[in-house]
Each structure stands twice: as structure tokens, then as C-alpha cells.
């Protein structure tokens, strides 16, 4: 339920796309009525989807706020990188900045484990993880250059697929793509750790 719940800006900003780009006519009127004069018609569906993902972000901190649950870390940095980065797009009128965000955040994501590492010396994915399972240091090592590897990629993966295909495409590869690819290193992750786990009961 949680994943879900996580992927919903995703899912929401992929549904309001292809919504808009069905109906270019109905969507360009939406735009420009929101957003005002000089949005060219093929524009519209990714300004709209853009609001739409804003809007969804703001109303996972807002329920989780009302429910008086905490709001994870990781959906402030990216309320405040949707915001940024998605307000830029409808301010401007310009895709290029939504389609940096992913970069943004996968590159963060990588820097904060990189940077606990080297100058905390504080391994964060052994702070997520320790109450679940017990490795050797080495292997947690491991892990966390694992991830920051996998962030660093994922962040050039989405611009080469951004500047390389079309907007549709780019659209389709952040839901599939990237869920997919997370999906496959998680999986990949979790049959090493069963390995050492397997070890270590031996």
C-alpha cells in the first residue's frame, strides 16, 4: 500500500498526460485558462500533468499531516523538488525543467549517501536496514555503493532518454522505466542479501 501511495505523483502525472494529449483542443483551453496566453497547443498536456503531480505531492503532505503521521524525508525533498522544478515548467512554459527533476532527485539521492559515507562515516542504508537483517560490514558497504551507483545511472539514464525520444516517450519511460529498473535492483539486492543470509545460518 505504501508503494503505492509513493508512486501516486507518478501514476497521476502519466494518467493527466495521456488524458490531455487525447483531447489537445480541451487540454490547451485548461492551460491557457490556468496558466494564461502563448501555450502552444502540443505544450498543454505536459503543463497539465506537471500541475496535477504538484497537486498530488502537496495532498500526500497534507493527508499525512492530517492524519498526524509523520512525513517522511525523502517526500519533503521531493515536495520541494516538484515544486521548484514543476513550478518552473508552468512558469515558463518550458518542459526542460520537469524533465530534469527525476535527474535532480536520483543525483540527490546519490550525493546523501555518498556524502554520509565519506564525511559522517554513517552508512545510510545500514540505517534503514539493520533492524531487518544483519551483514558484515564489507557487504554493507557494498549495498550503499551499490545504491549510489544505481541513483547515479538512473539520473543519466532519464536525460538520455529525455533529449534523445520524444516527450511521450519520455513520459512512458518515468512510469515503466524507472519503476521497472527499480523494481529489477531491488530484486537484485534482495537475492545477494539472501545469499549472505543463507551463509550465515549455515
Do not use: C
Not at 503505492?4 to 501514476?11: A, C, G, W, Y
Amino acid at each position: 500500500m505504501k508503494f503505492l501511495f509513493d508512486l501516486l505523483p507518478v501514476l497521476l502525472f502519466f494518467a493527466a498526460y495521456k488524458f490531455a494529449g487525447g483531447s489537445p483542443d480541451a487540454s490547451h483551453a485548461l492551460a491557457t485558462r490556468l496558466l494564461g496566453d502563448g501555450i502552444a497547443v502540443s505544450q498543454a498536456p505536459i503543463l497539465i500533468a506537471t500541475a496535477v503531480a504538484i497537486v498530488a505531492t502537496l495532498g500526500q503532505v497534507f493527508w499525512l499531516i492530517a492524519r498526524g503521521r509523520k512525513v517522511d524525508t525523502m517526500l519533503w525533498i521531493s515536495l520541494a523538488i516538484i515544486v521548484v522544478f514543476g513550478g518552473a515548467t508552468l512558469f515558463f512554459h518550458d518542459a526542460t525543467f520537469i524533465k530534469w527533476k527525476p535527474t535532480v532527485l536520483y543525483w540527490l539521492f546519490a550525493l546523501t549517501l555518498a556524502g554520509s559515507a565519506l564525511f559522517m562515516k554513517r552508512n545510510l542504508i545500514r540505517a534503514l536496514m539493520k533492524d531487518q537483517v544483519q551483514l558484515p560490514e564489507p557487504v554493507w558497504a557494498r549495498l550503499n555503493l551499490s545504491w549510489i551507483a544505481f541513483f547515479a545511472v538512473m539520473g543519466i539514464l532519464n536525460l538520455y532518454v529525455a533529449y534523445s525520444y520524444s516527450e511521450d516517450t519520455w513520459v512512458s519511460f518515468k512510469l515503466y522505466g524507472g519503476m521497472g529498473l527499480m523494481f529489477l535492483f531491488v530484486l537484485g539486492q534482495g537475492l545477494m542479501l539472501s545469499r549472505h543470509i543463507e551463509e550465515k545460518n549455515s
